[in-house]
């Protein structure tokens, strides 16, 4: 449905609403005419709502496709993620506290460790733990570039985010991991000229973080991936007039959130009891 005619739509109501979502819930029989996990499972709570409520099915793009979070996500709140594309970078920077405006550059980052010829070995870094990751990330934001501003901020493990702010930056970049150990990190790669200034500052970036990073144990190397903008999306109030909050844990979820234009709810915890 086009947001226009969702406004149309709109009705002044004094209810509140509990949207819930399982990210991940649904899977496939560990073998052929077996059942899922959820099949499996006991869950008499579910079971109680699926009887006493109204149920039904969505597609949140289409046919045949299985969708990341990020654009199953924003399908759920109402924007079509085929005509609004949105890349992992915008929503990791957002997730963790990093504003990324109009021309600007985010990138979602791994770190990863390279042998002594350059190549991966492990493209998670062997999943470094939180505590190590993050001071590595401190040593990143020392890195000066000539003409661009440059924010970075770890995730979680092994990820990171990377913001560049400069003049006449484009988005239109090819990710640089590989997707397989036993090969090298890419070199960035612009789709087209209006990107090539970016490609070639991040590519700067790449080589000054590799020095400071030679002498890591596990995260002796990176990788970009999700290269992009704030594409200015509708807020939740504006789609709906709603005034709409969001309780989650993980930095993706809260940058779609946010990119939405939902108040984020500070919490301590990672656990399904801490958020509730």
């Given at each position: 449905m086009e947001i226009e005619d969702l406004k149309s739509l709109l009705a002044p109501v004094n209810s509140k609403i509990v949207l819930l979502i399982m990210d991940g819930l649904g899977g496939l029989p560990m073998e052929p005419g077996?059942?899922?996990?959820?099949?499996?499972?006991?869950?008499?709570?579910?079971?109680?709502?699926?009887?006493?409520g109204i149920l039904g099915q969505s597609l949140p793009i289409g046919s045949g496709i299985t969708p990341g979070s990020g654009p199953a996500h924003l399908s759920l709140f109402g924007i079509d993620p085929v005509k609004t594309e949105v890349g992992r970078g915008v929503l990791e920077a957002f997730g963790v506290g990093v504003t990324v405006k109009k021309g600007d550059v985010a990138a979602r980052g791994n770190f990863c460790t390279l042998d002594s010829n350059g190549l991966i070995t492990d493209r998670r870094a062997g999943r470094i733990p939180s505590e190590e990751a993050a001071p590595i990330c401190e040593k990143l934001k020392t890195i000066k570039i000539p003409g661009v501003e440059i924010e970075v901020k770890h995730v979680k493990e092994y990820r990171f985010a990377v913001v560049m702010r400069g003049e006449g930056l484009s988005p239109d970049l090819e990710e640089t991991d590989p997707q397989r150990v036993g090969a090298a990190p890419l070199k960035v790669i612009a789709k087209n000229a209006a990107a090539q200034k970016a490609a070639n500052l991040y590519n700067q970036w790449i080589e000054e973080a590799h020095k400071l990073?030679?002498?890591?144990?596990?995260?002796?190397?990176?990788?970009?991936?999700?290269?992009?903008?704030?594409?200015?999306?509708?807020?939740?109030?504006?789609l709906y007039n709603l005034r709409a909050a969001c309780v989650a844990v993980y930095p993706m979820y809260r940058g779609v959130a946010q990119l939405v234009g939902m108040d984020l709810i500070k919490f301590t915890g990672e656990t399904p009891s801490d958020e509730f």
């Open positions: 077996g059942k899922t996990e959820l099949e499996t499972a006991k869950t008499p709570i579910m079971d109680q709502i699926a009887a006493e990073l030679k002498d890591e144990p596990k995260a002796n190397g990176l990788t970009l991936r999700g290269f992009a903008t704030d594409p200015g999306l509708p807020t939740y109030k504006e």
